[in-house]
């Protein structure tokens, strides 16, 4: 269920965590509702904060690619007429592909990128039919394994290489869930020369479907990440980034380049989400700064 802006006055009247729509069809309506208003488990809305991307001169909208059979939805956006593009991926939070991270793939292909967001919850539901952050995290989000979303990111990069963007310089960044998926991707795939991760979780109890997380594969990277944390987030300690910090000094002391060349920003007084425009969290100076610094490290790292 996505909201407009002038929609959230009606929030209290949703029926939380239902829909009318089979799964087959609720994957169709997603399709469909890509970019389009905001998640209903992301409310409230800051209407005077949430960032409105011209698309004037770009081309955006939605698509999809196959992976094992399955059709995955993506939003996609790039300079109008332009091809040999770098690419980025941006890895959606929770909430799903809604409107903050489709103007967040505005942003970079107003900075020159061929950007692209696949849904990657799409075979397990639709996150933006949920009005429970319990329920989704319980029927959907917790059902995804890092497996599928390893191979629906290749497909992601594969469909950019047939879109007019250039293979050689591929780039990802995603925000809360989003953020750990991109340490993941850098430490697990040769598709990615650079990684901008906000706010991603870092450690975390192994399961059949997330067996490793960052910190258990810091050895492992295989291109330079950039992490961009708040000193006030509940969810993600201090503590948990100074062991990352500590894995990767000692993974490129023993010759890994790219542990040796990632980074760390702690914005001391920001929380979680600090990037998330639309949301009561958003602190404008950090996110600001937090996107010139991808964008610098982007450049800095052959992603541009």
Not at 158 to 180: D, P
Not at 188 to 193: D, I, P
Not at 270 to 284: E, L, N, V
């Amino acid at each position: 269920m996505l909201l407009n802006l002038d929609q959230t006055r009606d929030f209290d009247a949703l029926l939380p965590g239902q829909s009318t729509l089979d799964g087959a069809s609720r994957r169709t309506a997603l399709k469909v509702a890509l970019g389009v208003g905001y998640a209903a488990t992301a409310m409230p809305i800051m209407a005077q904060t949430a960032i409105k991307t011209s698309s004037e001169g770009l081309t955006s909208g939605e698509s999809s690619f196959k992976v094992d059979g399955f059709s995955v939805p993506c939003f996609y956006a790039a300079p109008e007429g332009k091809k040999n593009l770098p690419v980025i991926l941006v890895i959606q939070e929770i909430f799903g592909v809604h409107e903050y991270i489709a103007d967040t793939c505005l942003r970079f292909a107003r900075a020159g990128y061929l950007a692209i967001d696949p849904e990657l919850f799409a075979r397990q539901g639709d996150p933006t039919s949920y009005g429970e952050m319990a329920k989704l995290m319980a029927e959907v989000v917790s059902k995804v394994p890092d497996a599928q979303v390893m191979k629906d990111l290749d497909g992601a990069v594969a469909w950019a290489g047939a879109n007019g963007g250039n293979l050689n310089k591929v780039g990802i960044t995603g925000f809360c869930w989003g953020g750990r998926i991109t340490w993941l991707y850098a430490e697990q795939s040769r598709n990615v020369k650079a990684g901008v991760a906000w706010y991603g979780r870092l450690v975390g109890t192994s399961s059949a479907l997330t067996p490793k997380h960052p910190l258990d594969l810091a050895a492992d990277l295989k291109a330079p990440v950039l992490g961009l944390y708040g000193g006030q987030d509940g969810g993600i300690p201090v503590t948990t980034i100074n062991q990352m910090k500590d894995a990767l000094a000692e993974a490129g002391a023993k010759g890994n380049a790219a542990a040796k060349a990632s980074e760390f920003v702690l914005y001391k007084d920001a929380p979680h989400a600090f990037h998330a425009d639309y949301r009561p969290s958003y602190r404008k100076e950090a996110a600001e700064d937090g996107f010139r610094r991808a964008l610098a490290w982007f450049k800095a790292h052959g992603v541009a």
